[in-house]
């Protein structure tokens, strides 16, 4: 059985921002089946949204894992592999893997395992970034990638702390069909009590695998409480071992409810299209909130705009200190500030990031000092 076969073991927020790459592989090759090798427990997402045919899971540093992958994917005669995952660990594994043409990024020593090496474009944004492997095969879309390079500012926001929003071509937009499947919010309703009639919903995602990525707790909490005021709904969400501290940041605003750990990718996508705003940090949440279109506000405080990974979306907003000489402090921020103060995060006050709010949900807030 032929079919194409995208290998993406990174974090869910990469893999999200893998979407357009999906997309643009359904595009090139209508009759062909696509799969996708990615981290256990993250495949569920991409089956329900269609946006691949088959996934095949595998769990970091398991080699058991590996090899059960291998083994499965003998039954398929792999034309296109294409490798938006930069590992070393990642090569070795492809190498073990029978396809017609093999696609990565161009390094000094990937000739050894792949066949087509493709430039990695620092002026792209991650999502386009993996776009580009597919570039040979789309003379239009090397041309739009080109063009986009040389005459975009994607990681500039504007006054408003707006940035600029994805062409349609390098969409990640799953909106329409998470919102067509409607039976999955009406069983998240009917779990967790909830009500359209209470007030816009705000999605609250304090969490994040990186520890100097999360703003503060109190600063959720601040702007929690300003949205409860002007009657607004928040939920607090976030993943498994995240439970702790969204119940603490949910407990502490009036009519806070903590769904932490209690809904799966694919859930925590209807809660966020059905949502009215998210605000969340520089991780998976707002990549998650840029694939349903929904307005979103991401805290970024080690990392920068410039590494790439913005949430790629229309209605995505930024807030950040600029004027702080220590950012970034690494690719992916590290577990512990390196001075010790975490100012990026500390000294970026609720009010910034409430009054950025106002205009996205329809809610007039009183904090503004």
């Known amino acids: 059985m032929p079919l194409n076969l995208v290998v993406q073991t990174a974090f869910l927020g ?12 359904r595009l ?15 495949g569920d997402f991409l089956l329900k949204t269609k946006l691949v045919d088959h996934v095949f899971e595998i769990k970091k540093r398991d080699r058991d894992s590996y090899q059960k992958v291998l083994q499965q994917l003998k039954a398929f005669e792999v034309s296109q592999l294409i490798v938006p995952h930069e590992s070393l660990r990642t090569a070795l594994f492809c190498r073990k893997i029978k396809a017609k043409n093999k696609i990565a990024y161009a390094k000094p020593w990937n000739f050894l395992f792949y066949d087509e090496q493709v430039p990695r474009d ?31 500012h994607p990681f500039q926001s504007d006054e408003k702390h707006q940035l600029s ?45 990186w520890a100097t990525k999360r703003w503060t707790k109190e600063g959720y909490i601040q702007a929690g409480q300003s949205f409860t005021q002007q009657g607004a709904r928040v939920y607090v969400m ?32 209807q809660m966020i299209a059905h949502a009215q705003l998210v605000i969340g940090n520089d991780s998976a949440s707002t990549h998650l909130a840029a694939a349903c279109e929904t307005p979103l ?43 010790g103060t975490h100012a990026c995060m500390k000294e970026l006050p609720a009010s910034e990031v409430v009054q950025t709010a106002q205009p996205l949900f329809g809610v007039k807030t009183a904090m503004n000092k």
């Open 14 to 25: 990469d893999l999200l921002l893998s979407i357009p790459l999906l997309k643009k592989c």
């Open 28 to 42: 090139l090759w209508p009759d062909q089946a696509l799969a996708v090798v990615c981290r256990q427990g993250l």
């Open 122 to 152: 620092l002026r792209l944004p991650d999502a386009m970034r993996q776009l580009s492997l597919v570039g040979s095969f789309d003379s239009l879309l090397k041309t739009q990638l080109h063009n986009y390079a040389e005459t975009a």
């Open 165 to 209: 929003a994805p062409p349609a071509w390098a969409s990640m937009d799953l909106r329409a069909a998470i919102l067509k499947d409607e039976q999955p919010f009406a069983d998240l309703q009917e779990r967790f009590h909830l009500q359209d009639s209470e007030g816009p919903a705000v999605l609250l995602f304090p969490g994040s695998v």
């Open 238 to 269: 976030g993943s498994v071992g995240e439970e702790a501290l969204a119940e603490e940041v949910a407990a502490a605003i009036p009519g806070g409810l903590s769904l932490a750990g209690k809904t799966s990718i694919y859930e925590s996508a």
């Open 297 to 339: 506000i991401a805290v970024f405080g080690p990392t920068i705009l410039n590494f790439g990974y913005r949430p790629w979306s229309a209605q995505s907003y930024v807030v950040e200190k600029k004027d702080l000489p220590c950012r970034p402090c690494g690719k992916h921020g590290p577990q512990v500030c390196p001075l």
